[in-house]
């Protein structure tokens, strides 16, 4: 059957009783029907049976004539029945449809309860650039659906210098409930603060955990006393879990001495303590340190709560921290010996006594090979220890374990060379070690030894000529199939042609 008989046989059916048909045919002559059927198409649109009307607005899509669709598709967008609205709509976008009907259409589907419509009409307004209803849009800021109110949220931010759009955001913020007015809140620029100041202390006790947490967000950054005062006060009031972990990160911050004692009522929850026992730790007064030991010596407290506190012991640094902290590497939790690790890699950083230094090197090399989860982790709290270095070189010659011998090779080069115990690096042999890291068959440490060699220079170690077999063999690396490898070569065959040439 040629084009004209399939056009001629889908008119006859669009007359037809058969409403099955009569949907068949509307969305057949949409596919290969000309200009001059837009007419038909149109009348279709008038079917009593929503299945045909859902066709005919699918064929007006595909036919393609904006003019007959401009006519009859705001009025399908109002449909009762929701599939005819939603294919209208898709219509209408497909058409690049404008006007003031459509504009109307699109503003109305903003309300529409099928959340497929919301995002049409978002999508519509989207290319058209225009709000459509402004109230409507900010209020779908809180709509459950992900996809909404994350269209609505980036034609708001793309249309934040519009006064209306502008003004019912400001009022959201001010005056809106739960997810609307938090998320309005998040859109405001931070020079929106003082017009809207008084509005925000009053939401620090908003019904919404949701506003409470935006609210302290906004005034995390205000230098202001009064600010500071009700944000302890909130804390102190304060019975949601997630709300008091955000008070106490932001509170944290500022180390006011006020709010240890409502730091304490959180220290055993699972979800705020960890952030309370940060509080205790920038305290740093004698009794905030007491609680904190009380807290690591007491298996009861959940374990992301007694890492926290080991952490901070090691922040802290009083005389005992060291001799806290070692014991519980061997800790039956596995937080709480994570802990111990972030506390120690702290005095680490902040610095050792003379005495500890040993010890603590001993600690963490054996931690470095005996626990394969946390490798990195200990890693890190060695770096810069030039007592763990005769056993880290070993490490690095001997280990069969990979990520070990990586972490070993990376901690061959300090982050600077200011701490104690500068003079042991950058020793020729370690030097060699780096070079012969970069011909490993393991990814790891291919990036560790080109890293390393990198750092190397930007410490000023001395760098002996090693000849161009590195320099090439750095180039090569330098289109190694990992990424971070390529990126590590690169910066190393800069550094040490750098280096080479002063």
Known sequence: MGTEHQIAFFLRELAG????????????????????????????????????????????????????????????????????????????????????????????????????????????????????????????????????????????????????????????????EGAVRAEALTLLPSRCNKRLLDSLLAGLRDPSPEVRVAVADRLSDVKKRRVRDALTAALDAERDSSVALNLLGILERHSDQRMVEAALRWLRDPVAGPAAAGVLGEANTGAAVEHLRGVIEDTSFPGPNRAAAAKAIGECGRWDAV?????????????????AVDGLGSRVYYGLRLWERRP?????????????DSTWRTANALSGLAEALPALRRLAD?????????AALSLLVPEDLDGPGRGAYGTEADLHRLVRGLDDDQEPVRHSAAH??????????????????????????????SPRVRSAAAEAHHAVAYGWIH
Do not use: C, F
Not at 117 to 140: E, F, S, W, Y
Not at 467 to 475: C, I, P, S, T
């Open 17 to 176: 009783p058969d409403a099955r048909r009569r949907s068949a045919a509307a969305k057949g002559l949409g596919r290969i029907g000309r200009h001059e059927h837009a007419r038909q198409l149109a009348e279709t649109a008038g079917d009593p049976v929503p299945e045909v009307r859902e066709a005919a607005a699918i064929g007006l899509g595909r036919l393609g004539v904006p003019e007959a669709g401009q006519r009859v598709l705001p009025l399908l967008m109002a449909d009762t029945d929701p599939w005819v609205r939603r294919a209208a709509s898709l219509s209408s976008i497909k058409l690049d449809l404008r006007g003031d009907e459509v504009v109307q259409a699109y503003a109305d589907l903003l309300r529409d309860p099928d959340h497929h419509l919301r995002i049409n009409a978002l999508v519509g307004l989207a290319a058209m650039r225009i709000p459509g209803d402004v109230q409507a849009l900010v209020r779908l800021l809180g709509d459950q659906d992900g996809a909404v109110w994350g269209r609505a949220r980036s034609l708001i931010h793309d249309l934040r210098d519009d006064k209306a759009v502008k003004a019912e955001v400001i009022r959201a913020a001010r005056e809106g």
């Open 452 to 481: 390393g060699l990198k750092q190397w220079v930007a410490v000023g170690l001395t760098l002996p000529p090693v000849g161009d077999a590195v320099r090439d063999r750095l180039l090569t690396l330098a289109q190694d199939p």
């Open 323 to 339: 001799w806290l902290l070692l014991p519980l590497l061997d800790d039956p939790d596995p937080d709480a010996q994570a802990g």
């Open 360 to 372: 603590v090197a001993r600690a963490l090399v054996a931690r470095l090979t005996s626990h394969s």
């Open 398 to 406: 001997t280990s069969d374990a990979v990520e070990v011998r990586a």
